[in-house]
């Protein structure tokens, strides 16, 4: 019978608790080909049929009836604590308590003054030699073709992926609303008959601004480039169907007094733009934009042929987070943009980075503006794996809430959107029998604890001291999450590993001191001097250093490891 037993005396030898990516690690050594961990060993893991892994933020030692972590220099706080029984602790989810034996201290990624995704951490991992090798040989062989900006065009599959709105003849994926076009489909024969100084697409960079009306987001201004001239095309106020309640001038740098001379509609945008788009004499032309998906949903048109600038530059903690522009620009570029404070964005600004932006990955090649370049999903690598039934026989599944398939879902074989816990677990044991993993994530705890409170909107802080939560509500969530655990483990077939993390402890108050010092540092970076700013509203060493402190605390969570 498989089983695994932690090795405590690796575990104290570490300098801290046991990654979010030692677990990745632990999920790819049963799943996959990942070499063995140091800290737990695992019997008999090819007798391990499937692995589920649960993310359930909320559970905490005292949950547990835990001690908190050892703050004697005599006790190591990385050694996973003894769980006692349900009678013994009046738990209120006695199912962790009658399953696992032991929790084993965790400690999410980040630095000093930040807690990193916990999600981004996990379906990440490093590729194998093979794989590098590989993959150094097929930059090699594209170094030839970099001189066409074309090599960076989104697949059908990177537009899905990042939600495009996807014209009818490339798939049948996008269902346009009412006041929607979409550029219309050139053929084949067409293009034959044009002669060779045609056959080359234009190229535009493009930029849209958005204010907020009662129905949402509208458009309010659009800015078209020509990228080989750098000439402005297009530039208009857009004058939105439905009064503005928000202009958003920090970020759209539209004002009311602005907007008020504007009469061109969305229509009327969508007529103009067309013959740039989908001229005549020529191929359909290439859009270059920075998460182009908002300023095509903005105009609302569907356009096949798209450069986005956030997805061919990689966010230094890669997939799925995006790299901003302001950031992209000052980092590979040298300059800054997006540096007028509270009036606002240029468009035509941003609209000039994306060119620039492109040139230098023309110039330097694919390779330029990509971080973790050695990194891939774990699905990735669970798609290669040479064990069990050889590669592609491993078939994965993440069932979370929103829409896991253009985030960290995207490269699993199935994908199961959810809109809560209940929809979690029914999806779970639909899924479970035809897949060898499966990721679920849990949020009711998390939720009655007040973890998930939304973004705060521009210039508002966060509570300094999050409220405590309903005893009856949270009561409640977590007898519901035990009676969801219970059925689901009723459900697994046998030797199914059940792994359960909860990722990071009590993130709000770190969230609400980051949130002063963001609020601080742009209020000094737009020109204001220390004494024009209420003291009350200063970031002080002793405010970084409880921030630090706070960090350190959130990090912290639980893992448990166990097999029916």
């Known amino acids: 019978m498989p089983r695994f037993m932690y090795v ?34 695992v019997e008999h893991a090819r007798s391990i049929e499937k692995v589920v892994t649960l993310l359930i933020p909320g559970i905490l030692p005292s949950t547990l009836a835990l001690p908190p972590l050892p703050t004697s220099a ?28 032991h929790a084993c201290p965790t400690r999410a990624p980040g630095d000093q003054t930040r807690m990193y995704s916990v999600l981004s951490e996990f379906f990440q991992c490093q590729v194998t030699p093979q794989e590098k090798a590989k993959r150094q040989a097929q930059r090699a062989s594209q170094r030839a073709f970099d001189s066409t900006p074309a090599l960076y065009m989104l697949t059908l599959k990177e537009m899905i992926e990042n939600e495009y709105p996807i014209p009818s003849y490339m798939a049948d994926v996008f269902e346009k609303g009412p006041g929607w076009i979409e550029t219309p489909q050139v053929s084949e024969e067409s293009l034959l008959l044009l002669p060779a100084d045609k056959l080359d697409s234009k190229i535009y960079a493009i930029d849209c601004e958005m204010c907020l009306t009662e129905d949402g987001k509208e458009l309010t201004r659009v800015c078209m480039i ?15 169907p439905k ?36 001229p005549k004499d020529g191929p359909t032309s290439i859009l270059v934009g920075h998460s182009l998906e908002s300023d095509l949903r903005a105009l609302r048109i569907c356009h096949p042929r798209c450069i986005d600038t956030a997805v061919i530059y990689h966010h230094p903690r890669g997939r799925p987070l995006k790299p901003g522009l302001a950031w992209l620009t000052k980092k590979w570029l040298n300059r800054e943009i997006q540096t007028r404070g509270d ?6 600004e941003d609209a000039r980075a994306c060119i620039d932006l492109l040139r230098s990955k023309l110039r330097y090649g694919p390779s330029y503006g990509e971080y973790k370049t050695d990194f891939e999903s774990i699905y990735e690598r669970m798609g290669r794996a040479s064990g ?13 809430h929103g829409n896991p398939a253009v985030m960290h879902g995207s490269k699993a074989s199935s994908n199961v959107p959810c809109t809560s816990d209940e929809e979690v677990l029914e999806g779970l044991l639909q899924a479970i029998p035809a897949h060898e993993f499966a990721f679920a994530r849990f949020t009711g705890v998390a939720d009655a604890l007040g973890w998930l409170t939304p973004k705060t909107s521009a210039g508002e802080t966060p509570a300094v001291t999050p409220a405590e939560p309903s005893p009856i509500v949270l009561a409640s969530a977590q007898a519901t999450l035990n009676n969801q655990l219970v059925t689901l483990y009723a459900s697994l077939p046998a030797r199914t590993a059940l792994i359960i993390l909860t990722g990071h402890s009590d993130p709000r108050r770190m969230a609400s001191l980051n949130a002063r010092k963001s609020t601080f540092e742009s209020a000094i970076r737009s020109g204001k001097k ?35």
């Open 530 to 564: 220390a004494e024009d700013i209420d003291k009350a509203d200063w970031w002080t060493a002793s405010d970084g250093r409880e921030l630090e402190e706070e960090v350190e605390k959130a990090k912290r969570g639980l893992l448990f490891l166990g097999i029916k």
């Open 226 to 240: 020509e990228y080989e001239s750098g000439i402005v095309v297009y530039d208009k106020l857009v004058k939105p």
């Open 243 to 278: 009064p503005v309640t928000d202009y958003m001038t920090k970020w759209s740098g539209i004002t009311e007094s602005l907007l008020a001379s504007a009469t061109t509609t969305v229509a009327e945008v969508q007529a103009q733009l067309m013959p740039i788009l989908a």
């Open 388 to 400: 069990r039934g050889g590669p592609g026989s491993v078939r994965s599944v993440v069932v979370d």
């Open 74 to 101: 005599t006790a190591n706080p990385n050694v996973p604590l003894s769980i006692p029984l349900p009678a013994e602790s009046h738990t209120p989810i006695p199912f962790i308590a009658s399953t696992y034996s």
């Open 8 to 41: 405590n005396g690796e575990i104290v030898k570490r300098k801290d608790a046991v990654h979010i990516n030692d677990v990745r690690d632990l999920v790819l050594h049963i799943v996959a080909d990942a070499p063995p961990p140091n800290w737990v060993k």
């Open 343 to 348: 009036s606002g964005h240029d468009p035509e």
